[in-house]
């Protein structure tokens, strides 16, 4: 078959007939027509293009055009017929068929040995919402959709400035996908951008159906427990990344983008530390990690003083524990295993099932639950509180992957503890840590900048004021890292 | 208000990240030589020298201080980045493979003491179920997985804050307790069993040479080895006024010496230090035996992942050793870990320094 576009249209015809399957594929339409005298038609997918824009500036002036062409060459004639912005010719009809499946109108026309193609996609998405797991109480409350141009003119609306650079490429052999690799041109690091670019190049699949499964091709150790990449919804919290010095991927069809390389503390970040006032930012972000550390290790800690070391308890306390436990049939490993399964089996029910009724399902389940094992002494009280506890800290944690990574991590910590006490415990804290600081986010050390140290913004534990942070994070080219000179609070000479 | 902060040039921000893996490798160290020099006070020289450890520590420690800053001066004068490129130039490739042989093998003998603690700690101190043999897997086990390239040494530097936090808590409740009465008899139980416990502690200095296996930083090397030094005598200090000549140098067997340092504090704090004992000597272990990996590749430069594994594997293998004769071994094996390379380390840079003349 040949690969290059003839002057016959009856060739081209047969042949993009035959490429784009036409005799099945019913939405694949065609329209045929005579402009300047010849024969010509064009191509596009129903329900992609738009059908006013095809009707008023593609058919309409051509079909006015009954005389023959004042221009020499036909496709010069044409293009000054057609009065779309986004117009372009292809000579092969690989790039023809690639045009008219990714929503493009492509118009063949009788002695034109090209195919001219208009963007004048246009297609049923969802409106720009607010984001449905990153809310935030100070800030914009608008989220990513589904389309790659929303996506990026959110982004572009944030961030005018022409160094904000969108490298549009597709991923995926069989049926590629569209995305955007977008990074800002001053503070991104050249061998980060190398990086991602080699990565996306090196990705052999025939499809890419989600942006998760696009983070899971990417990321540098996928056998790890910790998310790698982090995803966002939010457009300030995309456009924060950038200014930082980060990749980020949007993805045609996600409504998250991709943002790379990350540390480990970045994702205890959210964008209410920087709208709000430092002190609040500050302190939020120590309850966060607060509630991370209760998520993995409260329940392990629970078994561990109450089976191990029971000595290091307060007299009255252990009493009690002991009075209940004896009530009880299980043993106290074997409840808090059951009362954690609980909590995960409630929160999976509360996520699948739509809308306000997951709400009251997960509160619901959880408060007649635990009164009815209580109440058949199948697990003793203080045992509610501690699964309580360590649950509301898993909510604490602002990235939901690293919310599942701790809840996973918590299982692991309380089988240390059932095993070897608070020793194994210690032990296994340290291997966990010394296995964090050697991850690694796209080549850059994850547990940057505290190990190793880094030159960077000092917003990492602690949210600094805005004026001290005059330095992108140091995921960013470390030659470009001032954000500003001088003082950020130029009218203040005290 | 301050509205201003600190702008460093590109060139220093790049330095700054190399400084950053320096001082993980040096955080690394200093663990490694506290851990090592504790040990040592706790189990060689304090049975012997009783209220007279903390000082008796020192003395032990200052042949490896001399030697330090001996080499240092050597090196100087030399004009040899290193003790490798020292031996380099007096002995030629031999010489760096004899000073990196020297390094594994004291780094060796120091993993094996410190695994061999603490296994004893958990079988003896503590009283966990298990063999020692069944237990130095399970720790081996949990060793492999931490072993990772540089992620030991960045995450010892990680962990250095909240080591040093538990440090400080019980050194706390050691201050509590403390009694000046505790520091008498000075000189212990007199000068025959100090100077058995200088015979047992004096190898106790050989750690202080390992810095000088790499290329200098541009900070100053003479005060390396004050930091740990210091922090380890603070240390055993606190224990010698919190403790009474009596209980300290009756003891014998190596899981009750490790215990005793912590048997005395509430129930709490107590539980608290053994986790601080257990987690420093797990570092520890996994520090000798990656830097011993090290030093064994370090002369061809090559980089052979699987190294480290065999030597925790076989470290652990030892464990199925009777070991009360293995720490007997190990004992006589330490008091020449710093005569040996010093011979060696001295007597290469006189080469190199006749030579360069």
Partial sequence: MPEKISSSLEQNLSVLEARLFRDVNTDMTRRDFRVFRREAAVYFVDGLVSSDFLQHYILTPCQEQTDAPLAADLQDALLQTIHVGDAKAVSTYAEAVDAIVNGKAVLVADGMPAALCFDIRYFVRRGIAPPLTESVVNGPHQGFNEALRDNITLLRRILHTPELIGEMRTIGEASPTNICVMYLKNAVDGQTLQRVKNRLAGIRVDQVLSIGALEQLMEDKPFALLPQCCLTERPDRAASFLLEGQVVIVMDGAPQVLAMPISFLHLFHTPDDTSMRWQYGTFLRMIRLLGALCTLLLPGLFVAAVTFHPEALPVTLLTAILESQAQVPLSIPAETLLMLLMFNLINEAGTRVPGVVGNSLGTVSGLILGQAAVEAKLIHPLLIIVVAVSSLGSYAIPDYSLGMAFRIGQLIFLAAGCIFGLYGMVLLSAVMVVRLCGMTSLGAPFAAPVAPVRTHNPDVFLRYPLWHQRLRTWLGNPFSMERTRGRMRGWDRR | ?357
């Fill in chain 2, 1 to 357: 208000m301050k509205t201003t902060s600190t702008v460093h040039s590109p060139e220093e921000r790049l330095a700054q990240r190399e400084l950053g893996e320096r001082l993980a490798l040096r955080s690394q160290w200093r663990l490694l030589a506290c851990v090592s020099i504790l040990r040592t006070a706790v189990t060689r020289i304090m049975p012997l020298a009783g209220a007279a450890t903390w000082w008796m520590t020192l003395v032990c420690l200052l042949p490896g201080l001399v030697l330090y800053w001996l080499a240092c001066l050597g090196l100087r004068i030399t004009k040899a980045a290193s003790l490798p490129e020292g031996a380099r130039l007096a002995l030629g490739k031999a010489g760096v493979w004899l000073v990196c042989a020297l390094a594994a093998v004291a780094l060796a003998v120091d993993a094996l003491s410190t695994i061999t603690a603490l296994i004893t700690l958990f079988t003896e101190g503590i009283g966990t179920q298990g063999t020692q043999w069944t237990l130095a897997l399970a720790a081996a086990g949990l060793l492999l997985f931490a072993l990772n390239g540089e992620a030991l040494a960045r995450g010892v530097y990680f962990l250095r804050v909240p080591l040093l936090a538990l440090l400080g808590a019980v050194l706390l409740e050691l201050v509590s307790g403390a009694r000046l009465d505790h520091l008498f008899p000075v000189l212990g139980d007199g000068v025959s069993s100090l100077w058995a416990a200088f015979q047992a502690g004096a190898g106790a200095g050989w750690m202080f040479l390992l810095p000088l296996l790499q290329a200098p930083t541009k900070e100053s090397r003479w005060r390396e080895p004050l930091p740990p030094v210091g922090l380890c005598i603070v240390v055993l200090l606190c224990l010698n006024l919190a403790l009474p000549h009596e209980l300290l140098s009756n003891q014998n067997a190596l899981g009750d010496c490790l215990v005793l340092t912590v048997a005395h504090l509430p129930a709490f704090v107590r539980l608290l230090a053994l986790c601080l004992w257990i987690a420093a000597l797990f570092l520890a272990l996994g520090s000798s035996v990656s830097l011993c990996a090290g030093q064994l590749l370090a002369p061809n430069g090559r980089r052979v992942v699987w190294l480290p594994g065999v030597l925790v594997l076989a470290a652990a293998a030892t464990q199925l050793l009777d070991i009360r004769e293995l720490w007997t071994q190990l004992g006589a094996l330490e008091r020449w870990l710093l005569a040996v390379p010093g011979v060696g380390a001295g007597v290469s840079l006189l080469l190199c320094w006749r030579k360069r003349k």
